[in-house]
């Protein structure tokens, strides 16, 4: 059930109906003074079974390992929750369920990537590798992150859960149980207990950011796969300037499927009363790789943060140290994408640039400091500067999706090769003024979104009540982009993962 379809349009309309009607038994009752507390948990129960008819859609197998992991990590988490409990005891529950949950990953996402490596090192030249035919689950990296993160911060003092439908709900909601954003329990558990009522300012937030995922997904994202996917499929083919196109178009089509993905998915909680995490927040105009960072798969970055690097021991023992975890972390974090060297090459590339760019501030930072002056401003607050770091920066992690979207290090190798000046193009390549164009768009809305952080746009466009119609005919024009500039309709790229 992909969201931009008419299934899904039909399922969630049902499904916020249904919400806001059962949500109405909270209400007091004639001659009580207590609310009824049987329209939470109705609501609870539907958005649960609502949230098992999604996953469930995919294929029937998905759900029984869904509901088993679900169980087992709700009953683990009581176990290194109860601080009656001597610690040792808690920590052998805590490493138990962490270990399962990461062996349940590693099983049906690296069990055939680590046969082909045996194979490769013992097994006759020409003979292919034995395949295991393991059918990766959806969305089985992201339900295991959430089961970590839970167990670990219950194990740190974090709310235990005592209400296993409460704590299914926060692990199987929907809108983020595919591709995110990852959703740690204290985000949303809180709200899960809560009685929001229903607030139409809330509810046109929604429909606005699913407007604007759709909009990404379909009119920018597919269009311009229709060239990368092209290019990438026999990069020999193309020169240097079509195969550089294909490089840009798939950092904007890997931007505009992922974060059109997160606003369809924050959009429909809004609906449904809820709020879950920002997970991108204008990449491509970051200064430096390590902004990027923080503005890029937000929700990611977090926790590789919080479960892995400072695990690993973070920046505590010094320069060498820290610079080792940041390879690690990264390079962990490019195998979680995918089982693969080109994504384990892309993590360790971003490591490498976020070690150059922490030299590059333990070096620049005194002289920074010296460059103001009454009439100036610092160097790191200088215009061109910031341009400069800007376009750099986005050069270099456009540079790096080329390994994140090559099938095979083979592929990305020629992809590089074609970048190069002088490459000529052996088939005839016509219609690529669309593509260029969609780019605009989708760097002018970066550049929007960064005067005030876009908030006057939206305020233009529909929060006071007399410019409602504004707001109205942005969402018509939005929905006819979709119907009359769409592209071929693909899956999510994460899906994969």
Same mark, same amino acid.
């Given at each position: 059930?992909?969201?931009?379809?008419?299934?899904?349009?039909?399922?969630?309309?049902?499904?916020?109906?249904?919400?806001?009607?059962?949500?109405?038994?909270?209400?007091?009752?004639?001659?009580?003074?207590?609310?009824?507390?049987?329209?939470?948990?109705?609501?609870?129960?539907?958005?649960?079974?609502?949230?098992?008819?999604?996953?469930?859609?995919?294929?029937?197998?998905?759900?029984?390992?869904?509901?088993?992991?679900?169980?087992?990590?709700?009953?683990?988490?009581?176990?290194?929750?109860?601080?009656?409990?001597?610690?040792?005891?808690?920590?052998?529950?805590?490493?138990?369920?962490?270990?399962?949950?990461?062996?349940?990953?590693?099983?049906?996402?690296?069990?055939?990537?680590?046969?082909?490596?045996?194979?490769?090192?013992?097994?006759?030249?020409?003979?292919?590798?034995?395949?295991?035919?393991?059918?990766?689950?959806?969305?089985?990296?992201?339900?295991?992150?959430?089961?970590?993160?839970?167990?670990?911060?219950?194990?740190?003092?974090?709310?235990?859960?005592?209400?296993?439908?409460?704590?299914?709900?926060?692990?199987?909601?929907?809108?983020?149980?595919?591709?995110?954003?990852?959703?740690?329990?204290?985000?949303?558990?809180?709200?899960?207990?809560?009685?929001?009522?229903?607030?139409?300012?809330?509810?046109?937030?929604?429909?606005?950011?699913?407007?604007?995922?759709?909009?990404?997904?379909?009119?920018?994202?597919?269009?311009?796969?229709?060239?990368?996917?092209?290019?990438?499929?026999?990069?020999?083919?193309?020169?240097?300037?079509?195969?550089?196109?294909?490089?840009?178009?798939?950092?904007?089509?890997?931007?505009?499927?992922?974060?059109?993905?997160?606003?369809?998915?924050?959009?429909?909680?809004?609906?449904?009363?809820?709020?879950?995490?920002?997970?991108?927040?204008?990449?491509?105009?970051?200064?430096?790789?390590?902004?990027?960072?923080?503005?890029?798969?937000?929700?990611?970055?977090?926790?590789?943060?919080?479960? $892995?690097?400072?695990? /690993? %021991?973070?920046?505590?023992?010094?320069?060498?140290? =820290?610079? #080792?975890?940041?390879? @690690?972390?990264?390079?962990?974090?490019?195998?979680?994408?995918?089982?693969?060297?080109?994504?384990?090459?892309?993590?360790?590339?971003?490591?490498?640039?976020?070690?150059?760019?922490?030299?590059?501030?333990?070096?620049?930072?005194?002289?920074?400091?010296?460059?103001?002056?009454?009439?100036?401003?610092?160097?790191?607050?200088?215009?061109?500067?910031?341009?400069?770091?800007?376009?750099?920066?986005?050069?270099?992690?456009?540079?790096?999706?080329?390994?994140?979207?090559?099938?095979?290090?083979?592929?990305?190798?020629?992809?590089?090769?074609?970048?190069?000046?002088?490459?000529?193009?052996?088939?005839?390549?016509?219609?690529?003024?669309?593509?260029?164009?969609?780019?605009?768009?989708?760097?002018?809305?970066?550049?929007?979104?960064?005067?005030?952080?876009?908030?006057? $746009?939206?305020?233009? /466009? %529909?929060?006071?009540?007399?410019?409602?119609?504004? =707001?109205? #005919?942005?969402?018509? @024009?939005?929905?006819?982009?979709?119907?009359?500039?769409?592209?071929?309709?693909?899956?999510?790229?994460?899906?994969?993962?």
């Amino acid at each position: 059930m992909l969201f931009p379809t008419w299934t899904f349009l039909f399922f969630l309309v049902v499904v916020v109906g249904a919400r806001w009607l059962l949500s109405r038994r909270t209400r007091r009752q004639p001659g009580s003074a207590r609310p009824c507390a049987g329209g939470d948990e109705l609501v609870r129960a539907w958005l649960l079974f609502a949230s098992y008819v999604f996953y469930l859609s995919w294929g029937p197998l998905y759900g029984v390992l869904l509901a088993g992991v679900t169980v087992a990590t709700w009953a683990v988490g009581r176990q290194v929750g109860d601080t009656s409990r001597a610690q040792p005891i808690r920590k052998r529950w805590l490493v138990a369920g962490v270990v399962v949950n990461l062996g349940l990953l590693a099983f049906f996402k690296y069990a055939q990537f680590a046969v082909d490596q045996v194979h490769l090192l013992i097994a006759p030249t020409g003979e292919p590798p034995p395949a295991l035919g393991i059918v990766l689950p959806l969305g089985v990296s992201f339900f295991t992150f959430h089961a970590v993160s839970y167990l670990v911060d219950s194990y740190r003092g974090g709310e235990v859960e005592r209400s296993l439908s409460t704590f299914a709900l926060y692990f199987v909601f929907f809108p983020h149980l595919i591709a995110g954003p990852i959703v740690r329990a204290r985000e949303l558990v809180p709200q899960l207990h809560a009685r929001p009522r229903f607030d139409p300012a809330q509810f046109a937030d929604g429909i606005d950011l699913i407007l604007r995922g759709l909009v990404k997904k379909m009119v920018i994202a597919d269009r311009l796969a229709e060239h990368s996917d092209k290019v990438f499929a026999d990069p020999h083919l193309y020169g240097t300037g079509t195969t550089w196109l294909a490089m840009l178009c798939y950092a904007g089509q890997i931007y505009g499927d992922f974060s059109g993905y997160t606003d369809i998915a924050r959009g429909a909680s809004k609906l449904m009363g809820y709020e879950i995490p920002e997970n991108f927040r204008l990449p491509y105009l970051a200064g430096s790789i390590t902004e990027f960072w923080r503005r890029w798969h937000m929700t990611l970055s977090r926790w590789l943060r919080d479960y $892995l690097y400072i695990a /690993l %021991g973070g920046n505590r023992h010094g320069e060498a140290r =820290r610079n #080792l975890n940041l390879f @690690l972390t990264m390079g962990l974090g490019g195998l979680w994408h995918g089982a693969g060297w080109t994504f384990v090459l892309w993590g360790v590339f971003h490591g490498l640039l976020l070690v150059l760019h922490k030299l590059w501030v333990t070096v620049t930072a005194p002289l920074m400091d010296r460059a103001r002056t009454p009439a100036s401003r610092p160097l790191r607050q200088n215009f061109a500067w910031r341009i400069f770091a800007t376009v750099a920066t986005f050069c270099l992690v456009a540079l790096g999706w080329v390994l994140f979207r090559a099938p095979d290090l083979d592929t990305a190798l020629v992809v590089y090769d074609r970048l190069l000046p002088g490459a000529k193009s052996l088939t005839p390549v016509t219609g690529l003024a669309v593509y260029w164009a969609v780019l605009l768009v989708l760097l002018a809305s970066q550049l929007i979104g960064a005067w005030k952080d876009g908030k006057w $746009l939206w305020r233009w /466009l %529909g929060e006071a009540p007399e410019r409602a119609w504004v =707001r109205g #005919l942005v969402w018509l @024009l939005a929905i006819a982009a979709c119907f009359f500039f769409a592209g071929k309709p693909a899956e999510f790229i994460y899906f994969a993962f």
